[in-house]
Protein backbone atom coordinates (compact mmCIF):
# COMPACT_ATOMS: atom_id res chain seq x y z
CA UNK A 1 0.00 0.00 0.00
CA UNK A 2 1.10 3.29 -0.70
CA UNK A 3 0.44 6.17 2.25
CA UNK A 4 1.13 9.44 2.64
CA UNK A 5 1.51 10.85 -0.73
CA UNK A 6 -1.74 13.07 -1.28
CA UNK A 7 -1.36 16.25 0.01
CA UNK A 8 -3.25 20.10 -0.48
CA UNK A 9 -6.10 19.68 0.75
CA UNK A 10 -8.50 21.68 3.05
CA UNK A 11 -11.50 23.51 3.53
CA UNK A 12 -12.26 26.51 1.13
CA UNK A 13 -15.59 28.53 0.41
CA UNK A 14 -17.62 27.78 -2.83
CA UNK A 15 -15.31 29.93 -5.56
CA UNK A 16 -12.38 29.27 -4.17
CA UNK A 17 -8.65 27.48 -5.46
CA UNK A 18 -6.71 24.57 -3.77
CA UNK A 19 -3.27 22.97 -5.28
CA UNK A 20 -2.93 19.15 -4.78
CA UNK A 21 0.46 17.65 -5.06
CA UNK A 22 1.07 13.71 -5.05
CA UNK A 23 4.68 12.50 -4.69
CA UNK A 24 5.08 8.80 -4.79
CA UNK A 25 8.38 7.23 -4.30
CA UNK A 26 9.80 6.07 -7.69
CA UNK A 27 9.74 2.47 -6.77
CA UNK A 28 5.53 2.46 -6.88
CA UNK A 29 5.09 4.71 -9.46
CA UNK A 30 7.68 6.66 -11.57
CA UNK A 31 5.66 9.11 -13.83
CA UNK A 32 7.86 9.09 -16.92
CA UNK A 33 7.09 5.58 -17.82
CA UNK A 34 3.00 5.80 -17.01
CA UNK A 35 0.28 7.71 -17.46
CA UNK A 36 -1.02 9.34 -13.78
CA UNK A 37 -4.31 10.41 -12.71
CA UNK A 38 -6.11 12.26 -9.75
CA UNK A 39 -9.60 10.40 -8.71
CA UNK A 40 -11.94 11.38 -6.26
CA UNK A 41 -14.64 9.47 -4.17
CA UNK A 42 -17.22 11.70 -2.00
CA UNK A 43 -19.47 9.85 0.58
CA UNK A 44 -21.65 7.39 -0.78
CA UNK A 45 -20.40 7.56 -4.18
CA UNK A 46 -17.71 5.76 -6.69
CA UNK A 47 -14.39 6.85 -6.95
CA UNK A 48 -14.18 8.38 -10.42
CA UNK A 49 -11.22 9.57 -12.38
CA UNK A 50 -11.15 13.49 -13.13
CA UNK A 51 -7.49 13.98 -14.62
CA UNK A 52 -4.91 12.58 -16.15
CA UNK A 53 -1.82 13.65 -17.51
CA UNK A 54 0.48 11.18 -20.13
CA UNK A 55 4.66 10.46 -20.27
CA UNK A 56 4.89 13.13 -22.37
CA UNK A 57 2.19 15.80 -21.05
CA UNK A 58 -0.96 14.95 -22.95
CA UNK A 59 -3.87 15.50 -20.51
CA UNK A 60 -7.30 14.56 -20.19
CA UNK A 61 -10.65 15.52 -17.51
CA UNK A 62 -13.85 14.79 -16.86
CA UNK A 63 -16.63 16.61 -18.15
CA UNK A 64 -17.68 18.01 -14.19
CA UNK A 65 -13.96 19.63 -14.26
CA UNK A 66 -12.89 20.42 -17.57
CA UNK A 67 -12.15 24.67 -17.37
CA UNK A 68 -11.55 24.64 -13.82
CA UNK A 69 -8.96 21.74 -13.09
CA UNK A 70 -5.74 21.91 -14.13
CA UNK A 71 -3.54 18.63 -13.82
CA UNK A 72 0.49 18.98 -14.63
CA UNK A 73 3.83 17.30 -13.24
CA UNK A 74 7.83 17.27 -12.80
CA UNK A 75 8.92 14.64 -13.85
CA UNK A 76 12.39 15.58 -12.08
CA UNK A 77 10.72 15.60 -8.26
CA UNK A 78 8.39 12.57 -9.26
CA UNK A 79 5.13 14.31 -8.45
CA UNK A 80 1.23 15.26 -10.11
CA UNK A 81 -0.03 18.14 -9.03
CA UNK A 82 -4.02 19.36 -9.48
CA UNK A 83 -4.60 23.03 -9.67
CA UNK A 84 -8.27 23.28 -8.63
CA UNK A 85 -10.27 26.51 -9.37
CA UNK A 86 -13.91 28.04 -9.13
CA UNK A 87 -14.35 25.03 -6.60
CA UNK A 88 -18.05 24.05 -5.78
CA UNK A 89 -19.78 21.97 -3.07
CA UNK A 90 -20.23 19.17 -5.19
CA UNK A 91 -16.37 18.97 -5.66
CA UNK A 92 -15.69 17.77 -1.90
CA UNK A 93 -14.32 14.39 -1.65
CA UNK A 94 -11.38 12.59 -0.66
CA UNK A 95 -8.78 12.77 -3.72
CA UNK A 96 -5.96 10.15 -4.50
CA UNK A 97 -3.42 9.99 -6.82
CA UNK A 98 -2.98 6.63 -8.97
CA UNK A 99 -1.98 5.59 -12.60
CA UNK A 100 -4.77 5.97 -14.94
CA UNK A 101 -6.77 5.08 -16.40
CA UNK A 102 -6.66 1.71 -14.44
CA UNK A 103 -5.70 2.08 -11.13
CA UNK A 104 -3.32 -0.40 -9.10
CA UNK A 105 -5.24 -1.97 -5.91
CA UNK A 106 -2.22 -1.74 -4.15
CA UNK A 107 -1.32 2.33 -5.76
CA UNK A 108 -3.78 4.17 -3.36
CA UNK A 109 -2.50 6.13 -0.74
CA UNK A 110 -4.63 7.83 2.13
CA UNK A 111 -5.50 10.52 0.11
CA UNK A 112 -6.59 14.50 0.78
CA UNK A 113 -9.82 15.46 2.18
CA UNK A 114 -10.69 18.72 0.06
CA UNK A 115 -14.33 20.09 1.68
CA UNK A 116 -16.09 23.22 -0.40
CA UNK A 117 -18.74 24.98 2.42
CA UNK A 118 -19.52 28.14 3.19
Known amino acids: QVELVESGGGLVQPGGSLRLSCVPP??????????MGWYRQAPGKQRDLVASISTGGRTNYADSVKGRFTISKDNNENTVFLQMNSLKPEDTAVYYCNVAPRPLINGWGQGTQVTVSS
Open 26 to 35: RTIFDITITT
